[in-house]
C-alpha cells in the first residue's frame, strides 16, 4: 500500500546533568539491540550526536533525527531526564511522539546504576502539558530495554494514522443523497485535524469519465478485474465501463491531490448516477480500499476519514457498512446459541452493497444493486461486488464531527461469526459483546451515522490512543462497555 506514511522513530535519550551520562547511553544502545532483535530495525533510528542534557543538545539532537529522515520521535529517559530540554524537543518537533523510561536493572546497583526515571516520567508529563505539547505516554510507560522496544513498537501504527491525517486531503463527489443527513459533514474539525478536502460536483466527475472513453490502459485493467472476479464474474458486459471508471478515479486522484501525500475518497453512487454512468461503483471502490485508497458511499466525508485511520493503523484494506439490521431468533438459535458466547442482542448483521474488498470475502460473485433494482432496471445497478465477509476478529469504529461540531468516536472490538447470512450485498453476522447495550448509549445517544468503519483484527488500543492524540476528549470515546459498567444514559433499574 503506498497510500499511507511509513515510519521511521527518531530514538533520542536525555539525561539529567547531575546523573551519570552512561546510565542513558548504555540504556539507549540496549533498547536499539532489543528493537533490532525482535523487529524491523528499519523502524528507528538510533540519534547518536548526544544525549540531551541541555536546550543546545536539544537542538542538535533535533537537527540530526530531522536530517536522517525521522517522522516520528521517542523520548527516552535513560534516568530522570531534563524536564525543559526533553519537553522542548518534544515541542518543536514535527510530528508523533512518545515518552518512555528507563526501568531500573539490578537489585545490585541501586546506587550508582540508579537512574530515577520513575520519577522524571512524572515531570516530563506535567512540562509537556505546561507547553500545551501533544505526546503518546503507554499505559505503563516504564520498563527494561525489550518492554520499551514493545512499546515503541506499538506506537508504529499510532505515529502513522498521525502522520497520515496531517497530510491527507479527502476528495469528495456530490452532495449527499436526498434523505441522507445522517451522514452531516461539518468540515471546521477537519481542518481543525489538519486535513484538507476537495469537493466536487458529481458533474465534474462525469466529465472526466467521459473523457476517459476508449482509453488504451481500460483492457489491462478488465483483465485484472476478471483475475479477480475468477468464476465470480457474472457480469463480464460491465468490467470495461467499471474499469474506465477506475482509471477516472485514479486520474483524478494523482491531479487533484496536490501538496498532499495520502487521499481518501467520498462517492456518490446515487440516485442519478446509476442512470447517468450506468452501472454502480461498488466493486470500484472495493478495488481501490485493496489498494489503500478508501472510498467511502454516499458522500460519508468522516467515513472515509475513518477508513483511512484504519488503513493506516492496519496496514490492510478496511471497508465501511452499515450496522444494520437484526440477526433473526430463529437464525440465532440455530446458528449461534450454544456455539459461540453471545446473547442475541450481542449479534447485528452488517451489510453494505458491494464495496468490501475481495480478499476479505468468503466468496464473491459480481451482481446488481437489488435495493436499487426495485425502482430502476437492472442492467443499470450492475457493479456490485457481493458475498458473505470472512469470519475473524474485527474492530468497528468512527470518528465523526457530529451535528453540533464536535468530535466523537467510538471503538468496539468483535468478531465476523462463520455464519451464513443468507442475504444479499457485501454482508456478514457481527458479534460485539454487550452490543445492544452499546448502540443504544453510544451509537443511538452520541448521534452516530448508521455507517461504520470495520477493519480486520482487534485494533481497539491503538485507535483508541490515535483518537486521545488527534484531540478527541476521553468522555466523547465511546466503547462497548462490559457488564456492570453502567453508561451515563443507562437506567439502572431496566
Same mark, same amino acid.
Given at each position: ?36 532483535? %525482535? ?33 516520528? &520521535? ?12 526533553e519537553t522542548l524537543l518534544a515541542k518543536h518537533f514535527d510530528g ?31 512540562? !509537556?502539558?505546561? #507547553? ?23 506506537? &508504529? ?23 441522507? !443527513? ?28 467521459? %473523457?476517459?472513453?476508449?482509453?488504451? +490502459?481500460?483492457?489491462?485493467?478488465? %483483465? ?9 464474474? +457474472? ?21 487533484? %491531490?496536490?501538496? +498532499? ?14 442512470? $447517468? ?5 461498488? /466493486?470500484?471502490?472495493? #478495488? ?55 446473547? !442475541? ?23 446488481? $444493486? ?11 445497478? $450492475? ?29 468496539? $472490538? ?28 453510544? !451509537?443511538?445517544?452520541?448521534? /452516530? ?46
Open positions: 500500500m503506498n497510500n499511507i506514511p511509513k515510519v521511521k522513530v527518531g530514538i533520542v535519550a536525555v539525561s539529567r546533568d547531575c546523573f551519570p551520562e552512561p546510565l542513558s547511553v548504555n540504556r539507549r544502545k540496549a533498547l536499539v539491540e532489543a528493537y533490532a532483535k %525482535k523487529y524491523d530495525a528499519a523502524d528507528i533510528y538510533e540519534c547518536p550526536v548526544c544525549i540531551v542534557e541541555s536546550e543546545i543538545h536539544m537542538v542538535q539532537a533535533l537537527e540530526d533525527i530531522k536530517k536522517a529522515g525521522c517522522n516520528a &520521535l521517542c523520548v527516552y529517559l535513560g534516568n530522570f531526564g531534563p524536564e525543559i530540554a508523533p511522539k512518545m515518552f518512555v523510561a528507563a526501568a531500573e536493572e539490578s537489585g545490585d546497583n541501586l546506587v550508582g546504576g540508579r537512574g530515577d526515571a520513575y520519577c522524571g516520567m512524572l515531570n516530563a508529563s506535567y512540562n !509537556l502539558k505546561l #507547553r500545551s505539547v501533544k505526546a503518546y505516554i503507554p499505559e505503563y510507560p516504564v520498563g527494561d530495554a525489550e518492554d520499551c522496544a514493545d512499546m515503541i513498537h506499538e506506537f &508504529l501504527p499510532i505515529a502513522r494514522a498521525v502522520i497520515g491525517l496531517s497530510k491527507l486531503k479527502i476528495i469528495s463527489f456530490g452532495p449527499r443523497p436526498l434523505n441522507f !443527513l445522517a451522514c452531516n459533514a461539518p468540515i471546521q474539525q477537519l481542518y481543525n485535524l489538519g486535513v484538507e478536502i476537495e469537493e466536487n460536483s458529481e458533474l465534474d466527475l462525469f466529465e472526466a469519465y467521459n %473523457k476517459h472513453a476508449d482509453d488504451p +490502459r481500460i483492457p489491462e485493467v478488465v %483483465k485484472d478485474m476478471e483475475a479477480e472476479l475468477g468464476e465470480g464474474n +457474472r457480469k463480464p458486459e460491465i468490467l470495461p465501463k467499471l474499469a474506465q471508471y477506475e482509471l477516472t478515479l485514479l486520474d483524478w486522484v494523482e491531479a487533484h %491531490k496536490g501538496y +498532499r501525500e495520502y487521499v481518501t475518497i467520498a462517492g456518490k453512487c446515487w440516485p442519478a448516477f446509476q442512470t $447517468q454512468f450506468g452501472f454502480v461503483p461498488c /466493486y470500484v471502490n472495493s #478495488r481501490l480500499a485493496g489498494r489503500g485508497i478508501p472510498v467511502s458511499c454516499e458522500v460519508d466525508i468522516y467515513g472515509a476519514l475513518s477508513e483511512f485511520i484504519g488503513t493506516c493503523i492496519s496496514e490492510d484494506a478496511v471497508t465501511l457498512l452499515d450496522i444494520n439490521n437484526t440477526v433473526p431468533k430463529d437464525m440465532y438459535k440455530e446458528s449461534i446459541e450454544g456455539k459461540f458466547p453471545y446473547t !442475541l442482542k450481542d449479534t447485528f448483521m452488517g451489510f453494505h452493497c458491494g464495496n468490501t474488498c475481495s480478499r476479505k470475502l468468503a466468496f464473491c460473485s459480481m451482481k446488481y $444493486q437489488f435495493i436499487m433494482a426495485r425502482s430502476l432496471p437492472e442492467e443499470v445497478t $450492475q457493479g456490485t461486488l457481493e458475498g458473505d465477509i470472512a469470519p475473524g476478529d474485527i474492530t468497528f469504529y468512527r470518528l465523526q464531527s457530529t451535528a453540533d461540531c464536535k468530535l466523537r468516536a467510538y471503538v468496539a $472490538q468483535g468478531e465476523i461469526l462463520p455464519v451464513a447470512t443468507k442475504s444479499f450485498g457485501s454482508i456478514g453476522v457481527f458479534a460485539i459483546p454487550e452490543m445492544g447495550r452499546f448502540y443504544r448509549h453510544v !451509537l443511538i445517544e452520541k448521534n /452516530y451515522p448508521h455507517h461504520g468503519a470495520v477493519a480486520f483484527g482487534h485494533y481497539g488500543k491503538a485507535l483508541y490512543e490515535v483518537f486521545k492524540y488527534i484531540g478527541v476528549e476521553v468522555d466523547e470515546i465511546g466503547f462497548n462497555q462490559p457488564k456492570g459498567m453502567l453508561y451515563k444514559t443507562e437506567n439502572p433499574f431496566a
